[in-house]
């Protein structure tokens, strides 16, 4: 069974529960799952439910599909995501966005935790995905083209809609949050970077790291699925402060945020 008929099959049995037609997409990171607790008429499936999707087993991601409205908006929430780290191949771990396009989702809005790299950013700092690096050394677009999702080579350029970035910062001034704006780099994990690592990224213009976010982005892209992306700066990365980093900080931090990171998603899917 190839990988799109396994989404036709995960996609038929979530439809059996609940519309999410032109429903918004939302993929919550690490630390920011409760989200999906304010969802209203809310569907709750979980992901052993669901055919073809796999397990997450990380820390604060709770795996289970939340459909239902949020401030009055039809959303999709993942409450977790997969991880390449996790051992799963990068089709499964970037499977649920295709999955939501099924759906007739008519946008997608990916969040994670990320270690800091620009400099002038501190632990808590949100921050707009402007464009991103993939260093994982892995694509979920590889191997034979799945045309009735796109096509065999997307193009990157617009990959993060513009508009919904304005969408974002209007957002945000309105709430007087500071939102910065800058490069996501994701690397493998599941270990941290190394200083050395996190100094190379600096380099290629990185403001921002982590283990997730961009194979999802690419296959929204593919799909041609509107998206926009924000971090969470939980952490500054290795090296720059000089502290060891632990995931029980980086959720810690994703905590102490949440009112505001949540206030944010809140208002921004009523612009979209």
């Known amino acids: 069974m190839n990988i799109y008929q396994k989404c036709v099959e995960s996609a038929e049995y979530i439809k059996q529960f609940a519309d999410a037609n032109e429903a918004i997409g939302i993929i919550l990171g690490s630390g920011l799952g409760n989200l999906a607790e304010e969802v209203e008429e809310a569907v709750i499936i979980s992901y052993k439910d669901i055919p073809h ?3 997450t087993n990380v820390l604060g991601h709770a795996g289970r599909l939340v459909i239902g409205k949020l401030n009055g908006v ?6 977790g995501r997969f991880h ?3 051992g799963y191949d990068m089709k499964i771990v970037s499977m649920p966005v295709r999955v939501m396009k099924l759906l007739g989702i008519r946008s997608l809005i990916v969040t994670n935790a990320a270690g800091g790299v620009n400099r002038s950013f501190s632990e808590g700092t949100l921050m707009l995905i402007d464009d991103f690096i ?4 892995e694509n979920p677009l590889t191997g034979d083209n799945v045309e009735e999702f796109g096509p065999r080579f997307p193009d990157m350029t617009l990959a993060l809609d513009k508009e919904y970035k304005k969408l974002a910062f209007e957002a945000a001034k ?3 949050i500071d939102l910065r704006k800058g490069v996501y780099m994701s690397f493998r ?5 190394t200083p050395a690592e996190i100094r190379f990224a600096e380099a290629i213009g990185a403001d921002a790291v982590g283990m997730s976010t961009v194979p999802e982005i690419l296959v929204a892209r593919h ?4 998206t926009i992306g924000i971090s969470c700066i939980t952490n500054m990365g290795a090296g720059i402060t000089g502290e060891a980093l632990s995931h029980l900080e980086v959720e810690a931090v994703a905590r102490r945020v949440n009112d505001e ?3 944010l998603l809140k208002l921004l899917i009523t612009k979209m």
């Open 261 to 263: 990171f949540k206030a």
């Open 189 to 193: 994990g599941p270990n941290y970077e």
């Open 134 to 137: 993939n260093f994982m050394g």
């Open 223 to 226: 799909a041609n699925i509107p």
């Open 74 to 79: 039809k959303v999709v929430c993942m409450q």
């Open 174 to 176: 309105e709430l007087k």
């Open 84 to 86: 390449f780290y996790e």
């Open 53 to 55: 999707f796999p397990m």
